[in-house]
């Protein structure tokens, strides 16, 4: 009669660990930082991140109205929101001298048909020489009306790394 009662035992202990195995999970998994799509920030849909070829990651967000009220004004006067395309990018690397880049000579704007758009300056908000971030500024239009006319965006940046082009696209 023993054996039975021990068996019980074990098989009670068991689905209690199971369980309480099972609590800790759920409790994790609530607690995540990774943000749902309904927690994510405005801006999240508008960023694009490369695979990190050359040992450098690329990301570019498209800067809305949202967007920009994160970035510092002061910088950003030289180029009105109404008149400019703005683009925000980071470049982060461990091994890359990431200073010796000209930003603003390096990339295009394109819709995918037309010729494409130089970039005609570039404000540094972080400029280390393994992290950068800034906008690059396309002269024109706005976002807003770019998205309206050519309804998608094609952002090239060329030769960082020895990486010979980088594109980063939107639909709207």
Same mark, same amino acid.
């Given at each position: ?11 009670? *202990?068991? $689905? ?7 609590? &800790?999970? !759920? =409790?994790?998994?609530?607690? %995540? @930082? ?50 400019? *395309?703005? $683009? ?7 091994? &890359?001298? !990431? =200073?010796?880049?000209?930003? %603003? @000579? ?50 090239? *940046? ?15």
């Amino acid at each position: 009669m023993k054996k039975p009662v021990l068996i019980h035992k074990i098989c009670a *202990v068991g $689905i209690l660990l199971l369980m309480l195995a099972g609590v &800790v999970a !759920l =409790s994790c998994s609530k607690n %995540s @930082s990774t943000p749902t799509p309904a927690q994510a920030s405005p801006q999240a849909s508008l960023t694009r991140v490369d695979g990190g070829e050359g040992s450098v990651t690329v990301q570019a967000t498209w800067v809305n109205s949202a967007h920009l009220k994160d970035l510092p004004q002061d910088a950003l006067k030289g180029y009105p929101q109404d008149q400019y *395309v703005l $683009i925000h990018v980071a470049l982060d690397t461990h091994s &890359v001298d !990431l =200073s010796k880049y000209d930003l %603003s @000579s390096l990339a295009y704007l394109s819709d995918g048909a037309a010729s494409p758009v130089s970039a005609v300056g570039w404000v540094s908000l972080s400029d280390t020489g393994h992290h950068r971030s800034g906008v690059i500024a396309f002269s024109g239009m706005s976002n807003q009306d770019w998205a309206s006319k050519y309804q998608a965006a094609r952002l090239v *940046v060329k030769g960082v790394a020895g990486v010979p082009e980088r594109v980063f696209a939107w639909d709207f």
